[in-house]
């Protein structure tokens, strides 16, 4: 069993201290996931890890990943239409994907308002939690847009960036 909790909206899921031995390889992933600011998918981020020890599977860092995650040490990105994306860095903050590139950049709580408190008044589901995702276009994809477009100006047809976060409130209200 675990307990969650929101902070400032963003999920936080706690996990009873479940002692668990850092391995070599645990560390590692850990580092390297916390070093890299892009939330790398799994995929990536065993490209990485695998330069610095070679001999890395790619389920050992699932696996690791799981552990992390578990544990409360790393965040699991559930985006939608898109793999998994891992996040070293468990302080609140939001994430905002590029709807052209892809790219997953974070939000820091102070930049968004007007969504602290959420709630389903009616459902016949059990609701277990809700969640966001801010979507726009990045700043390299938006000067790609406007140096194609000829004239510095927004491109016909570029899409205004519109709001979506990722964020789990499980804050559960009987
Ligand atoms: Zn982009
Ligand atoms: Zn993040």
Redesign the pocket.
């Given at each position: 069993m675990f307990c969650c909790t929101a902070l400032h909206g963003v999920f936080v899921m706690m996990v009873p201290a479940i002692p668990k031995r850092m391995t070599r390889q645990r560390r590692l992933v850990l580092d390297e996931l916390k070093r890299l600011?892009n939330?790398p998918s799994a995929d990536y981020l065993f490209g990485v890890v695998r330069q610095k020890m070679p001999n890395i599977s790619l389920g050992t860092v699932y696996r690791n990943l799981d552990v992390l995650v578990n544990t409360g040490l790393a965040?699991r990105?559930d985006l939608a239409g898109g793999q998994c994306r891992y996040?070293?860095?468990i302080s609140p903050?939001?994430?905002i994907r590029c709807v052209l590139c892809g790219d997953?950049?974070?939000l820091p709580v102070s930049a968004v308002a007007g969504i602290d408190n959420p709630r389903v008044l009616e459902s016949n589901y059990a609701v277990m939690g809700w969640r966001m995702e801010f979507d726009g276009v990045c700043p390299a994809c938006r000067n790609k847009t406007d140096e194609d477009s000829g004239n510095g100006k927004e491109a016909p047809g570029m899409i205004a960036p519109f709001p979506r976060v990722i964020v789990t409130d499980t804050e559960l209200e009987d």
């Amino acid at each position: 069993m675990f307990c969650c909790t929101a902070l400032h909206g963003v999920f936080v899921m706690m996990v009873p201290a479940i002692p668990k031995r850092m391995t070599r390889q645990r560390r590692l992933v850990l580092d390297e996931l916390k070093r890299l600011k892009n939330h790398p998918s799994a995929d990536y981020l065993f490209g990485v890890v695998r330069q610095k020890m070679p001999n890395i599977s790619l389920g050992t860092v699932y696996r690791n990943l799981d552990v992390l995650v578990n544990t409360g040490l790393a965040l699991r990105l559930d985006l939608a239409g898109g793999q998994c994306r891992y996040d070293g860095d468990i302080s609140p903050h939001y994430h905002i994907r590029c709807v052209l590139c892809g790219d997953l950049d974070d939000l820091p709580v102070s930049a968004v308002a007007g969504i602290d408190n959420p709630r389903v008044l009616e459902s016949n589901y059990a609701v277990m939690g809700w969640r966001m995702e801010f979507d726009g276009v990045c700043p390299a994809c938006r000067n790609k847009t406007d140096e194609d477009s000829g004239n510095g100006k927004e491109a016909p047809g570029m899409i205004a960036p519109f709001p979506r976060v990722i964020v789990t409130d499980t804050e559960l209200e009987d």
